[in-house]
Nanobody, 120 residues
Framework: QVQVVESGGGLVQPGGSLRLSCAAS????????MGWYRQAPGKQRDLVAV???????KYADSVKGRFTISRDNAKNTVYLQMNSLKPEDTAVYYC??????????????WGQGTQVTVSS
């Protein structure tokens, strides 16, 4: 059974930090990009950060300099270190795992989401 499980969300004060983790089950192979998206109430789901299989990264402008994405390929895990959190970072954070089979089309798996609330 394929699973993508996020953890690490919670309630934090403005200026605080959280670290999100996303573990993809070991029966997922040929993982390409891994990314984090977020969705606030009444808004669309937007990209926060992505890390490619070669290690390259991309961030939304709103989180540059505050968030850092990293991955551990041996564990099929991606992390999102979030510092200097702001109330506008409040959202449900979702993990995306892209599978890139050789000679085939890419497809993806999503986690169930983890709530991040930034409030005093």
């Amino acid at each position: 059974q394929v699973q993508v499980v996020e953890s690490g969300g919670g309630l934090v004060q403005p200026g605080g930090s959280l670290r999100l983790s996303c573990a993809a089950s070991r029966n997922i192979f040929n993982i390409g990009a891994m990314g984090w998206y977020r969705q606030a109430p009444g808004k669309q789901r937007d990209l926060v950060a992505v890390i490619y299989s070669g290690g390259g990264t991309k961030y939304a402008d709103s989180v540059k300099g505050r968030f850092t994405i990293s991955r551990d390929n041996a564990k099929n895990t991606v992390y999102l270190q979030m510092n200097s959190l702001k109330p506008e970072d409040t959202a449900v954070y979702y993990c995306q795992v892209v599978v890139a089979p050789e000679g085939g089309y890419e497809y993806d798996y999503w986690g169930q989401g983890t709530q991040v609330t930034v409030s005093s």
